[in-house]
């Protein structure tokens, strides 16, 4: 017999009655002691949620956040004993729900916020040396086929709202009346020593470094950046990318970095 | 079973007999890395969640290394869900067993509790029924644990609010054997005795001469919040987020005077207040350890 399959389906589900074989030693209803439980499972999990997305919760404000996420604890508990890894079905789990829909950008500010987390906790990856990749540019007939590596905590989100200012609107760096959030935006987000940054890119920079995760050399990807921005900047681009330590490696073969 | 001890040489090497200073330490928290760092407080030890460093890399990482540089460490996981009715997640003990080879920690803990179900986790402590058959099982988890880790794990009694009609023995019992039984040592949590107490009504003085008192590596002291059960009886959750009671520092002193200093954390994990509060709280343990004389114990280490 298991018994911890009933403490556990009743932990979740608040119309199942408590587990049968709870006593209490004077002689209460052991329901209000079980509910102990109930309310610490559920509230710490959505204070985890909590500190993970806090711009999601400033944009709907505490109450909303806290009924949506129990809805999305219930429905979802952790399949993992890190909490820094939950929530990451979250931002899809916002887009279906209807009391939401008044915020169409509200998943992509989750989906934002996931990726500020993966970067705070990504593996750490010096920069490369700027000589290095001076010395390699400085070669231009070889450019089109040099690789660049960047680091693991990079990540990108193409978005049809203005996910980046509505994002900075909630550091105070900006004011959020001053905000379209109708406008299409494109984020890079990585980590810059210590400290993980959200940069607004242009399509065609996301296009490049999208096309640099998958492993083109730089000839390759610049062709789908340019063919989807006719402004995109290779130079500028890269220099963005070096500014901020994202690049690791280069190299004109794969199996071969350059020192 | 397989006794794993501190001072038992696990593969012919000298042994290595790591412990924490008898002294007063305090939670690391996220927000006061770079305080510590620059003002080197005169704590005993740090003690951090292993979960929370389960990542990668990053800050989390890096401050937690110039920190342990500087100060003893003890490493206090809450996921290892010992007292569940499945398998230990063995991928999980591996990341400890990397996490604990890499900080190379003073002291290692968990609950005897489970918190996890099948592939779900619960990020809650639950309560076990204290019968042979969860004996059997939570001795087997630890024989699994110190072996793998080849270290002893000190077990910590759970704060409780409810009990098991099937139970068969009393908590004090059931841990007393599963220290006899593994060679696991105690992180005795003088709060959650006394919840514990408060919530069952245990005679908290009869709950503590029956605990393994010599096995006592750790002690933990915390705050908890005050509930009514369905009778309107006491009923204190044990919540991790308010100054110690001073009924606990009146039982602390009292295990003081039982089994000597011990070191003794200070748990803060929710509404974390400013460095220098959790200091206070800490000197204020530090003053009690400094009162009590060594025991014999103590004396002949």
């Known amino acids: 017999m298991n018994s911890q399959q009933d403490f556990f389906a009743a932990l979740l589900d608040p119309e199942r009655d408590c587990p049968a074989d709870l006593k209490t030693w004077n002689g209460s209803d052991p329901a209000a002691r079980f509910a102990v439980y109930r309310n610490n499972v559920l509230s710490s999990l959505i204070d985890a949620l909590a500190a993970s997305f806090p711009v999601v919760q400033q944009l709907v404000g505490e109450a909303f956040f806290r009924a949506m996420a129990a809805v999305y604890v219930r429905h979802s508990p952790p399949r993992t004993r890190i909490l820094a890894d939950y929530g990451t079905d979250f931002p899809t789990f916002i887009e279906g729900f209807a009391p939401a829909g008044s915020l169409p950008y509200l998943a992509d500010v989750a989906r934002l916020e996931l990726l500020r987390i993966r970067a705070y906790h990504a593996a750490d990856a010096a920069p490369l040396n700027p000589t290095v990749l001076a010395a390699a540019l400085a070669v231009p007939e070889r450019l089109g086929s040099l690789r660049l590596r960047l680091q693991p905590a990079l990540g990108l989100l193409d978005s049809a709202f203005a996910v980046v200012s509505l994002w900075a609107a909630h550091q105070g760096a900006l004011a959020l009346a001053e905000v379209d959030p109708d406008q299409a935006q494109c984020a890079l987000v990585l980590r810059n020593g210590l400290a993980v940054e959200v940069l607004g890119i242009r399509r065609g920079d996301l296009v490049f470094i999208q096309a640099l995760l998958q492993g083109q050399p730089l000839g390759a990807a610049t062709q789908p950046a340019l063919a989807s921005d006719p402004t995109f900047d290779l130079g500028a681009c890269l220099a963005q990318l070096l500014r901020a330590g994202a690049i690791t490696h280069c190299t004109y073969d794969k199996q071969r970095p350059l020192p | ?301």
């Open chain 2, 1 to 301: 079973m397989m006794i794993v001890s501190p001072t038992q040489a696990t593969n012919g090497a000298p042994a290595l007999s790591p412990q924490l200073p008898p002294r007063a330490g305090i939670g690391l928290k996220s927000q006061h890395y770079q305080q510590i760092l620059e003002r080197n407080p005169a704590v005993g030890f740090f003690e951090v969640h292993a979960e929370n460093y389960l990542v990668a890399g990053g800050p989390f990482h890096h401050y937690l290394g110039l920190i342990r540089e500087r100060y003893p460490l003890s490493i206090h996981g809450v996921g290892l869900s010992l007292g569940a009715q499945q398998p230990l997640d063995r991928e999980h003990l591996e990341r400890l067993a990397s996490l604990l080879e890499r900080y190379q920690p003073q002291a290692f803990s968990e609950h005897l509790a489970w918190s996890s179900h099948g592939d779900v986790f619960l990020n809650d402590l639950l309560p076990l029924a204290y019968d042979n058959a969860t004996l059997t099982r939570v001795c087997a988890h630890i024989d699994q644990v110190q072996s793998r880790l080849q270290r002893q794990l000190l077990l910590e009694n759970p704060a409780t609010y409810v009990e098991f009609a099937h139970s068969s023995m009393d908590e004090a019992a059931f841990i007393g054997e599963v220290v006899r039984r593994t060679g696991c040592g105690l992180l005795l949590d003088v709060n959650n005795a006394y919840v514990s107490s408060i919530n069952h009504h245990w005679d908290v003085q009869a709950y503590l001469h029956a605990l393994p008192l010599h096995a006592v590596g750790e002690i933990h002291l915390a705050g908890f919040a005050e509930d009514r059960d369905a009778a309107g009886e006491r009923l204190l959750i044990d919540n991790h987020g308010a100054p110690v009671d001073a009924a606990v520092w009146r039982l602390y002193t009292e295990v003081l005077q039982l089994i000597g200093a011990t070191p003794t954390l200070l748990e803060r994990d929710n509404a974390i207040p400013p460095l220098d509060l959790l200091l206070e709280e800490a000197q204020h343990a530090q003053a009690l350890l400094d009162a009590i004389q060594p025991t014999r114990r103590q004396a002949s280490a």
